[in-house]
């Protein structure tokens, strides 16, 4: 029998550099019809049963590109995060982030509180933007945060578990993914929801980001939906 949909999707969109090299556009070109690929997905999205969206938006790891491109990419953030904030009671989406913020600009940490505040009043979709995110960087966030309820005497070393653990990550308040997307042909996961994607099926679609559609989420939906979760245990029981 064919799985149930997954209620949480996380998304590596990747390609929008070569998205917009192939068409010899600038390449924040490129990221801004990868915002535009997100927020149409959205909308169809809106209409299914899958509860939650991650999307990888801005990794640990991207400060190291040149800092135009940097640059570029936070004022493409700013601006479409005005718009999410503009048209909030219109998409009904619930927006929160994931990642260390304290270190984007006030003004984009402003703006996304705002966003976060507004958009809790909503019922639909919630969307997880992963913002200045990496798993690992997540992970020792956490131990540290850990460390100190030890040191507080607020939990005892032996009482520490996986679940206890993963009340400490960014994603404490929902489930992990069962389905991990990335596009563009690249076949890593790239520190992305480390511990969360434990037992997370992959799908890589050879789509660059920008040209992804809800017609190829679900492809790997159904492509989901035909494998077989063990979970590490057998099917006959
Ligand atoms: C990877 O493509 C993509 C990014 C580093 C940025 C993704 C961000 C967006 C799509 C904007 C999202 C907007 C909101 C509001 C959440 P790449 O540049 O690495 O592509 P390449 O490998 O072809 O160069």
Known sequence: MD?????????????NGRWAKKRLLPKKMGHKAGADALK??????????????????????NWKRDKQEVDDLMKLLKDYIGQYIKESEENNLIIDTI???????????????????LS?????????????????????????KVAIDVKENNIEIDNITEDLFSSYLDTKEYQDPELIVRTSGELRTSNFLVWQSAYSEFYFSDKLWPDFTFEDLEK?????QKRERRFGGRLDG
């Open 220 to 224: 790997a939906i159904n492509a989901y």
């Open 40 to 61: 149409k997905l959205l909308k169809k999205v809106e209409k299914t049963d899958i509860e939650h969206i991650t999307v990888y938006a801005f990794s640990t790891e």
């Open 120 to 144: 809790s009043k909503n019922t639909g979709l919630k969307l997880h933007i992963a913002l200045n995110y990496g798993g690992r960087d997540e992970i020792i966030r956490a131990i540290k």
């Open 99 to 117: 990642g260390d913020i304290s270190v984007l600009s006030k003004d984009l940490q402003e703006d996304l509180a705002h966003l976060k505040e």
């Open 3 to 15: 799985r149930a949909i997954p209620k949480h999707i996380a998304i590596i969109m990747d390609g």
